[in-house]
């Protein structure tokens, strides 16, 4: 097996990520494994999710049932990995793990970094709902039926009722659904 430091992902048990993360890192500290498994990671990314003109951050699991463990595999990491509550084993090729590549790591780490700003938004708005203007402001109190929703900017156009079809573009934030 390869002296070096490598990501290698794990398999538990459906929703046991969390849970097995805090076990790992208990059991690495206990079996002072320190200088062979050096971190363990549910990798997560945030969401903005709207729902009745509230925003709500939320984080979802990249990998539902996947945990990634970096260490140097040997037979001791190995048995302290397999071994943690709810673990079903490692990702490869029968009982030989298969690390991931540098690419697949700096790919999944990439995708973490996103802060909320970066935030994947959520909107329970869609075309042809009915929308009300509830933010303060020159358009506070105007309804119409929504025409497009462009959640990755966070947006939404409607064709106004009071300014006789005039399709208008406000901050999802601003409205709520009728």
């Known amino acids: 097996m390869p002296d070096e430091r490598r990501w290698y992902v794990v398999q538990t048990y459906a929703s046991y990520e969390k ?13 002072n494994m320190q ?3 050096f971190n363990v990671l549910v990798p997560t990314e945030t969401h903005i999710a709207v729902k009745n003109g509230k925003s709500k951050e939320v984080t979802r699991k990249l990998y539902p049932s996947y945990v990634m463990v970096e260490m140097i595999l040997d037979e001791q990491s190995w048995y302290a990995v397999r071994h943690t509550p709810g673990v079903t084993g490692f990702i490869g090729a029968g009982t030989h793990p298969i690390p991931l590549s540098q690419d697949e790591v700096d ?8 802060n909320s700003s970066n935030a994947k938004v959520e909107i329970d708005l869609k075309p042809g709902d009915t929308v009300r203007v509830i933010a303060e402001g020159n358009m506070k109190g105007f309804t119409g039926p929504i025409v497009e929703v462009n959640a990755k900017k966070g947006r939404v156009k409607f064709k106004s009722d009071v300014l ?13 659904k009728i």
């Open 107 to 114: 790919r999944i780490m990439s995708g973490m970094k996103k």
């Open 164 to 176: 006789g079809g005039a399709v208008l573009e406000t901050d999802y934030r601003a409205l709520e």
């Open 35 to 37: 200088d062979k498994i």
């Open 19 to 31: 849970r097995v993360e805090a076990d790992l890192r208990q059991r690495i500290a206990a079996m």
